[in-house]
């Protein structure tokens, strides 16, 4: 590795000195590993013996030439490069150059051209299914008994919304209100925004209503007897409740946050308003907060979460379910918590509860499944039941939604382009009573959800991305 | 995930945990739900929502961006390990990190604090600067077209370039014709326009973030949020 890293140096005429720092780093570098290696090998060997002579294979190629005791003629010759190089980079382009630059194409883009359903709702009413594209930024509206045959490319949406005056950005959290068809749509962290558009609304519109949230917001529960809205702050390790109509920049009534309550990262929410319960699933990534200072509040709201993390004690934590009162606030402890490796949760994202049944579905993002639990279970407890597998089309779900008036289940596959439907209860490899697919069959999503940062591993000549 | 760092010296990479206060670091040939080999988390550790890094496989460290300073950490720091060193200031928000080790300068893009234009800047500093050390030169001014940083910025050592990607001064959440990747030198001083853009403004980029450095085939590597798409763009002149 190090002879590639000189190699390809040299060629470009990097700087001696740079060499020198280089493999000097490098010898400084050597593992420790090795070291023991070695200083177990001349244990074991004692001292030093005459074991074989082997004669050296013939030499192929030019042989380098030796350099003289003092090389200070060619160091000096070097460092003169080195200067001229330096001069080299310092000057600028012409205008014309920086032109032909500045209009230069991409010579490739790795972009996914298909929808990537992040987030799912079925508006009973008008017997229509509404998804969240996390790729292309769109909300898609589809007939609820669509179904794209196999041999078809995708199935054509009966209406959309996206574009720029929509607001719409990663979104990863869908709720449709029942009394007009409302779409309640959260935007993940790069737009502080919750956009709500009216059923009627379609194309590049801007949302009928708008509402500035706190930061890294992922789901979505609305509570329609006490006209309430409650979402899961990821970066604050948090719930904050709206009030269903808040707009612009109206505070939120209430705020579940503190070291106590074990929320860690937490995505998907859902209410069990018979039990009067809140359940919240949680990635795992924790820290503490520490109290904020005038200086360090960012935000002046009522129950605005404290953002402030108390440094060093950042801890992972297993994926886990919490379950709360309806109605918590402040430091409140879970009342149950389901975490634990029976349970097979592997980033569990949006849920779903079947109130009839006392079930809990979760979209098991990396399990590539569908856990279901009972409303009750708590501890290390296996899931009642899992749908998974080929057959399944279940691939990296994001989105669940429970339709009990057509007594079936959606799930969001975020890794395959596809919507699919079951019937309630489904379990095993199932195949899917319907497919909805927004890209051909059996063509993988990228899963680019944000890029942000990137690097490049020379090694393998790779591009490596995190989302 | 904000960072990521690439060490083909010891074939490994780094990745900043925010949420959990974490550097992971991986095999460079780390596959699925694989465990990182070393993980620094811990009170000694004052990580403090890590966001963006950098490695300097050279000098064996590497270098987190925090908030409000700058931490340094042994490449194989294992667990609940403190810094080696911390920069800090009154007037340091770093929004990234890069070390030339060639002329062993630590290049830091730091958002402006306080009231005025919400602007950046490049502070370079000696590699091993601590505690409130000044910068040795800052790069920065309306001639600069340093305005908001977009994500991780990359420096290439041979020639002493710096390469970041700029937001543009709208504040636009979505995206803005404002953005672009431009490339200054390390020697540089003061309000000196970029060298190069590329990609904008009024260009094919609609929201920039993080850039990287493929230097056998000359390219840089873009990333943009509102593409949702990761972009090469053949750029000799850095090299």
Known sequence: MALRLLSRNRNKGIPVLGLIATIAGFLLLLDRSTLTESARISRSGGQAQLISVQPLSPMLGEMCQWLPASASGSLASALQQERQAARAAGESPTATRRAEVVARKPARMIRDPYAAYSSIAVDPVHDEVVLTDENLFQILVYDRLANTPPRARMTEPKRMLGGMHTKIEFQCGLYIDPTNGDIFAVNNDTVRTLVIFSRSQRGNVPPARELYTPRGTFGIAVHETTEEMYLTLQHDNAVSVFHKYAEKDDAPVRLLQGNRTMLADPHGIVLDTKNKEMFISNYGSHHLKQSTSQEDSREEKANWPNGVQLPGSGRHLPASITVYPLNASGDTPPLRVIQGPKTEMNWPTALAIDVERGELYVANDMGDSILVFSVSASGDVAPLRTLKGPKSLVKNPTGVFLDLKNDELWVANFGNHSATVYKRGASGDTPPLRVIRSGPLNEPSLGIGNPHPVAYDTKREEILVPN | ?239
């Open chain 2, 1 to 239: 995930m904000h960072g990521i760092a690439y060490n083909e010296v010891h074939d490994e990479f780094y990745i900043p945990t925010p949420l959990s206060q974490a550097i992971l670091t991986f095999r460079g040939a780390a596959n699925g739900e694989e465990a990182p080999i070393r993980v620094i988390q811990g009170p000694l550790t004052q990580l403090d929502e890590p966001q963006r890094l950098a490695i300097d496989p050279v000098h064996n460290e590497i270098v987190i961006a925090q908030d409000r300073n700058v931490l340094v950490f042994r490449r194989d720091a294992n667990g609940n390990e403190a810094p080696l060193r911390k920069l800090t200031g009154r007037d340091l928000r770093p929004y990234g990190a890069a070390v030339d080790t060639v002329r062993n300068l630590l290049v830091i893009p730091s958002e402006s604090t306080g009231s005025g234009p919400d602007r950046g800047k490049f502070l370079i500093f000696d590699r091993t600067a601590s505690g409130e050390a000044k910068p040795l030169r800052v790069i920065g001014g309306d001639k600069s077209m340093i305005s908001r940083f977009s994500g991780p910025m990359a420096v290439y050592p041979p020639t002493g370039k710096i390469i970041a990607g700029m937001r543009g001064e709208t504040g636009a959440e979505l995206a803005t014709d404002e953005c672009f990747v431009g490339v200054w030198n390390i020697t540089d001083n003061g309000d000196v326009p970029p060298h190069y853009t590329i990609g904008g403004p009024k260009g094919v980029l609609q929201m920039v973030r993080g850039v990287a450095l493929n230097a056998k085939h000359k390219e840089l590597i873009v990333t943009d949020k509102r593409l949702n798409a990761v972009l090469t763009f053949y750029f000799p002149e850095i090299f």
